[in-house]
């Protein structure tokens, strides 16, 4: 070989450390890398040493790794791309659903406002007739079960034809939308309902009120309007005054209907018209109960 081969990585550095062992390094030979087995004999003065190429092992186990990897690699691409879709699907179901809820809320406050609208007069804003239907019908069991008191305000703007006749339909829309305001100003508690009944009539649905309180209600509202100074030539104070009717009791199962209650206070409306432009009274006294404004 023309070498020394004492001077070979096998004998100077792996053989002083182990009689047999498995190392892979640089051969002097020839300088491949290689995988040496070797074993000292004990009979003889010989090492015996068996040496692979490195790349000759590990060549089926590179192309074996080579085809794990690329399917690997094929494998993961298609999970990215099926996880990219499933995230975009799942971003655009997100989206809709949002929609969804946006929409929903939108047509809960579209039904909403429709509902305030059907149950709400548009000139005055006052509740209209529909939702004052309901309110008594409510109030009249709810007063039924509880024994306690139900009250009604029926107010009249006294000559309010010829108000319209002199000013015209647009001023005697604006002289409604006052006192309407006066009106809603005047129920004071949160469970009294205002309602334009019918033209130029409102009524005041008091719960748990009797002819007294109903009656100090019906002051207050007429005392706020009287104020307002609205002119009105073809009344006989020279501005828009009321007329109110008050009725209170407390309704009988089976004895009572709502529709007596109207009544009644239609009644005492009708009486205090009679008596003076600026009147209300009580349909279950009327004759105790008539006040008279100066």
């Not at 609208?117 to 000139?123: E, K, Y």
């Not at 009287?226 to 009791?249: M, W």
């Not at 009486?271 to 209300?280: L, M, T």
Request: proline share 2%; charged share 20%.
């Amino acid at each position: 070989m023309g070498k020394v081969i004492s001077q070979f990585h096998l004998f100077r550095e792996y053989l002083p450390q182990a009689r047999a062992a498995t190392k892979t390094f640089t051969s002097a030979q020839d300088g491949v890398v290689r995988i040496n087995s070797y074993r000292q004999l004990d009979e003889y003065p010989l090492v015996v040493s068996a040496a692979l190429s490195r790349n000759e092992v590990l060549a089926d186990w590179k192309s074996n790794a080579i085809i794990y990897a690329i399917g690997v690699s094929c494998l993961i691409i298609v999970l990215a791309f099926i996880s990219s879709r499933l995230i975009r699907q799942i971003a655009l179901r997100m989206q809709a659903e949002a929609e969804l809820v946006r929409a929903r809320n939108s047509l809960e406050q579209l039904n909403r406002t429709l509902e305030k609208l059907t149950m709400q007069d548009g000139l005055t804003g006052l509740a209209n007739r529909r939702q004052f239907d309901i309110a008594l019908r409510d109030e009249f069991s709810r007063a039924m079960r509880n024994a306690s008191s139900l009250a009604l305000i029926m107010i009249d703007v006294d000559c309010f034809k010829q108000y319209n006749d002199i000013y015209g339909h647009a001023a005697g829309d604006e002289c409604l939308r006052a006192i309407s305001k006066v009106v809603a100003a005047g129920k004071h508690r949160p469970g009294n309902l205002s309602t334009r009944y019918a033209g130029e009539e409102m009524v005041v649905l008091l719960p748990g009120t009797d002819v007294a309180g109903a009656m100090k209600v019906a002051e207050s509202i007429r005392q706020a309007i009287y104020p307002l100074e609205l002119k009105h030539s073809g009344n006989a104070t020279g501005v828009v005054t009321i007329s109110a009717g008050i009725d209170a009791f407390v309704p009988v199962r089976e004895n009572n209907q709502p529709l007596e209650l109207i009544e009644a206070a239609d009644k005492a409306l009708y009486y205090a018209k009679s008596r003076g432009a600026i009147a209300y009274a009580s349909a279950t006294d009327i004759q105790s109960e008539l006040v008279l404004a100066t």
